[in-house]
């Protein structure tokens, strides 16, 4: 018999916005709003970090947990934006990318048969990597309250099973927008700590924030992090990452904090993935935040500019719903009698050249809705916008 792959991995779907965009690559002239980045550049101080430390030799291996100057540089960095203190040598794993602290997070907590509890729609990658742990993710959709998402915890306590193992949500969120408030913080904490399960926080967006209903956060504030609620001993972890808020995503740096016992773990098995994220973008990532809040707070301004152009466009196209977002840089407007959101961006695609993502693709509560990522530069959202509400109106 011809040996086969294993059950597990044939488990794990594949990614259904990689699907689209594998297709828009091989097309010339695609307005790409699919994937969640910007257009811009790596600011270029931070370009000129990476050249200059080829230079001073930082082409060797690193500690499995990252050099320790970055260590020190994102500890020095919460205290200053979210006023906690932590302890650089214990509780910070430097990776390579957030994915990859979500992966050695969930893979460190997850033993086979295990479950894990999703706030979606989600970023697929979170219930993809607890599938590839042998375990279960059982996505619980976050419901639409009029202008606002929010969280189902009735959902959330009837969902508890004796294998439950962990909560999973990200605030802000990808790809609704949507930022925990600081009552759903506080509920999600004591549910998982009623329940004695870990709370997984995806925070990579935190510094996308344009201050909620009121406006009240200034340009580059973050959004409050759920480790200002929780002690060290806390069984609570937080993925983070370099590429959103300093157009990095190419660079693959990002960070974990967790409690020590999983930082430690986190750490170990670094070594059995990449070892440790690249010598030289970790010392252009410590310079990122040394010297970037500038270069933050302008693409946070921008952001925001771009977000309400977007909402003025949408909101005036027939046969859609579109929920204004607090943080990130996505859209998730719901089309009227859409059931296969998939067919639906393939056509887009493929008729009028404008790539964006399936609702589907977010796994519970997204089919049905669009992802648009708005980081792009007007002169590729214009004209993407005007073609949608021409294939709307079609």
Avoid at 130 to 154: H, K, S
Avoid at 311 to 316: P, S
Wanted: include cysteine; glycine fraction near 8%.
């Amino acid at each position: 018999m011809k040996p086969g792959l294993s059950e597990s991995s044939l488990r794990v779907p594949y990614s259904r916005i990689r699907q689209l965009a594998e297709m828009a690559m091989g097309m010339e002239g695609v307005l790409k709003l699919y994937f969640g980045e910007s257009n811009l550049p790596t600011p270029e101080f931070i370009q000129r970090a990476a050249v200059r430390a080829l230079d001073e030799g930082y082409t060797f291996y690193t500690e499995n947990a990252g050099l320790p100057s970055l260590r020190r540089a994102i500890a020095r960095h919460y205290a200053k934006l979210q006023g906690v203190g932590l302890d650089p040598a214990r509780e910070i794993v430097v990776t390579a990318s957030g994915v990859q602290a979500l992966h050695v997070a969930l893979r460190a907590l997850l033993d086979p048969g295990d479950e894990a509890l999703v706030l979606t729609p989600a970023w697929p990658n979170g219930s993809s990597i607890v599938a590839m742990a042998n375990a279960t993710a059982i996505q619980i959709a976050q419901p639409l309250c009029g202008e606002r998402y929010g969280i189902d915890f009735d959902a959330l306590e009837r969902a508890v099973t004796p294998r439950t193992k962990l909560v999973l949500y990200t605030s802000p969120s990808n790809p609704l927008g949507w930022v925990a408030t600081e009552n759903d913080r506080r509920r999600l904490l004591d549910f998982a700590r009623r329940h004695g399960l870990w709370l997984i926080a995806d925070e990579v967006y935190d510094r996308l924030y344009y201050g909620g209903a009121h406006g009240r956060a200034s340009i580059g504030e973050p959004v409050p992090s759920i480790l200002r609620m929780a002690n060290r001993g806390a069984a609570v972890a937080v993925v983070h990452s370099f590429s959103k808020s300093y157009c990095m995503t190419g660079w693959r740096v990002g960070w974990l904090v967790a409690r020590e016992d999983l930082a430690k773990m986190a750490a170990e098995f670094n070594e059995f993935v990449v070892s440790h994220a690249a010598s030289f973008t970790q010392r252009a990532a410590e310079i990122a935040l040394e010297e970037g809040e500038s270069e933050v707070a302008s693409l946070v301004a921008r952001l925001k500019e771009n977000r309400d152009l977007c909402l003025d466009a949408l909101k005036r196209m027939p046969r859609l719903t579109v929920p204004s977002p607090d943080g990130a840089f996505y859209l998730f407007p719901k089309v009227d009698g859409l059931t296969d959101s998939f067919d639906f961006c393939k056509r887009l695609l493929v008729e009028k050249k404008v790539g964006i993502a399936p609702g589907v693709a977010f796994g519970a509560g997204g089919e049905g809705s669009v992802r648009i990522c708005y980081a792009a530069s007007p002169d590729v959202l214009e004209p993407a916008l005007e073609r949608l509400s021409a294939f709307l109106d079609e």
